[in-house]
């Protein structure tokens, strides 16, 4: 049943209109027999009111009821019977629109014939078309009741969904509102550690060295604070509404981020400033790691950063030559270059990073309207 009736709603409607006015107009041949000119103007007319019966559904069984009356035709009236059925849940207008089908069939044309001649046949062939009537009018009801509850079960099923959708948010809430408090507890702590002891050692400092050493450590572990909050600040945030979020670094901020590092860094070229903050952010991010690991691997090298642009695409180029220090004995995730790597591809770039000449280099390359 449920595959003929997805059959049945895949054929055009203008096909099941055309079949419908095929069947009557073969009802209408069947019972034609010395039939005047008014009999085929009633039936031409309700064969083509069947045309109109999916938008006004009343107005065509009205015109066929003179093809009822006149030629006691039956496909037509029915076809629009039951079309105004499946669209409408006015039942005493059901009801009204079956009477006047059985009454003009039952009483024919003239309208005195059967009053006068056999009004008990009039009243008993009444009752059959009342009976025929009530065919269609309950196949409508039913049509339209299973249209009510599909879209009922329909709504469920979204309301389902859409409640299992909040769930699921607000288990990642909870989660993202955990990982956001260990952060803080943890990472904040040992920063803040940090920084006070740098703060200490910049003041108890004789050697210039080693006080302006102490400073730049300071002010590493403030940015870095900085950051932390505004990661925290985004995972207590997601799934929600919130804006309140920090402002996230564009190229502007690179000529800082290189000062600050106290690297000996060489800078050159420039990226164009209406790049979308996606691609500055990545600019940003991958100069970010790029010194990083060039502090933790290589210190002492000289680095050189090349910010470049053409037509189609642009990027970034970090060098570093053979470190001349140790390098240092830090905690590493190994992920500060495949996160990046990430960003740039759902950027719809690429990033290199491997030994160059002999040092490392990263290059990022990005379109210049990424997605």
Same mark, same amino acid.
């Given at each position: 049943? /449920?595959?003929?009736? =997805? +059959?049945?709603?895949?054929?055009?409607?203008?096909?099941?209109?055309? $079949?419908?006015?095929?069947?009557?107009v073969a009802d209408t041949l069947l019972f034609y027999y010395d039939q005047g000119a008014l009999s085929i103007g009633a039936s031409a007319l309700a064969c083509a009111a069947l045309l109109i019966r999916?938008?006004?559904?009343?107005?065509?069984? !009205?015109?066929? &009821?003179?093809?009822?009356?006149?030629?006691? +035709?039956?496909?037509?009236?029915?076809?629009?019977?039951?079309?105004?059925?499946?669209?409408?849940?006015?039942?005493?207008?059901?009801?009204?629109?079956?009477?006047?089908? =059985?009454?003009?069939?039952?009483?024919?044309?003239?309208?005195?014939?059967?009053?006068?001649?056999?009004? /008990?046949?009039?009243?008993?062939?009444?009752?059959?078309?009342?009976?025929?009537?009530?065919?269609?009018?309950?196949?409508?009801?039913?049509?339209?009741?299973?249209?009510?509850?599909?879209?009922? +079960?329909?709504?469920?099923?979204? *309301?389902?969904?859409?409640? #299992?959708?909040?769930?699921? #948010?607000?288990?990642?809430?909870?989660?993202?509102?955990?990982?956001?408090?260990?952060?803080?507890?943890?990472?904040?702590?040992?920063? %803040?550690?940090?920084?006070?002891?740098?703060?200490?050692?910049?003041?108890?400092?004789?050697?210039?060295?080693?006080? %302006?050493?102490?400073?730049?450590?300071?002010?590493m572990a403030a940015t870095t604070l900085d950051e932390l909050r505004s990661m925290v600040m985004l995972l207590r945030a997601a799934g929600t509404r919130s804006p309140g979020l920090a402002p996230q670094?564009? +190229?502007?901020?690179?000529?800082?981020?290189?000062?600050?590092?106290? $690297?000996?860094?060489? !800078?050159?070229?420039?990226?164009?400033?209406? &790049?979308?903050?996606? !691609?500055?952010?990545?600019?940003?991010?991958?100069?970010?790691?790029?010194?990083? /690991?060039?502090?933790?691997?290589?210190?002492? %090298?000289?680095?050189?950063?090349?910010?470049?642009?053409?037509?189609?695409?642009?990027?970034?180029?970090?060098?570093?030559?053979?470190?001349?220090?140790?390098?240092?004995? $830090?905690?590493?995730?190994?992920?500060?270059? $495949?996160?990046?790597?990430?960003?740039?591809?759902?950027?719809?770039? *690429?990033?290199?990073?491997?030994? %160059?000449?002999?040092?490392?280099?990263? #290059?990022?390359?990005?379109?210049?309207?990424?997605?």
């Amino acid at each position: 049943m /449920n595959r003929l009736l =997805a +059959i049945w709603q895949r054929i055009p409607p203008w096909v099941t209109d055309l $079949l419908a006015v095929a069947i009557a107009v073969a009802d209408t041949l069947l019972f034609y027999y010395d039939q005047g000119a008014l009999s085929i103007g009633a039936s031409a007319l309700a064969c083509a009111a069947l045309l109109i019966r999916r938008r006004w559904p009343l107005i065509a069984f !009205a015109l066929t &009821l003179p093809a009822a009356l006149i030629a006691n +035709i039956l496909a037509a009236p029915i076809i629009a019977l039951l079309a105004l059925a499946s669209r409408t849940r006015r039942r005493w207008l059901l009801f009204i629109c079956g009477a006047l089908f =059985a009454a003009a069939e039952a009483i024919g044309w003239p309208l005195t014939n059967l009053f006068t001649a056999d009004q /008990n046949w009039t009243a008993v062939t009444f009752v059959y078309q009342l009976a025929t009537a009530a065919a269609p009018i309950l196949l409508g009801q039913l049509t339209l009741a299973a249209s009510d509850l599909r879209a009922r +079960i329909a709504e469920i099923e979204a *309301t389902k969904q859409h409640e #299992q959708d909040l769930y699921a #948010q607000s288990l990642l809430t909870q989660e993202r509102n955990q990982l956001a408090r260990e952060m803080h507890d943890v990472v904040s702590h040992q920063v %803040s550690l940090i920084s006070v002891q740098a703060g200490a050692l910049q003041v108890t400092a004789t050697d210039p060295e080693v006080s %302006s050493a102490a400073r730049s450590i300071r002010t590493m572990a403030a940015t870095t604070l900085d950051e932390l909050r505004s990661m925290v600040m985004l995972l207590r945030a997601a799934g929600t509404r919130s804006p309140g979020l920090a402002p996230q670094p564009t +190229i502007a901020e690179l000529t800082d981020l290189i000062t600050a590092s106290g $690297l000996p860094v060489t !800078a050159m070229g420039e990226l164009p400033r209406d &790049l979308p903050p996606a !691609a500055q952010r990545a600019v940003y991010r991958t100069v970010q790691e790029a010194l990083t /690991n060039v502090r933790k691997h290589a210190p002492g %090298s000289a680095i050189r950063v090349k910010l470049w642009s053409d037509d189609k695409s642009c990027g970034v180029i970090i060098k570093n030559s053979r470190a001349s220090e140790p390098p240092l004995s $830090l905690p590493s995730a190994q992920l500060g270059l $495949l996160g990046i790597r990430e960003r740039a591809e759902l950027l719809g770039g *690429t990033l290199v990073a491997g030994p %160059s000449g002999d040092g490392f280099g990263v #290059q990022l390359t990005l379109p210049r309207c990424p997605d």
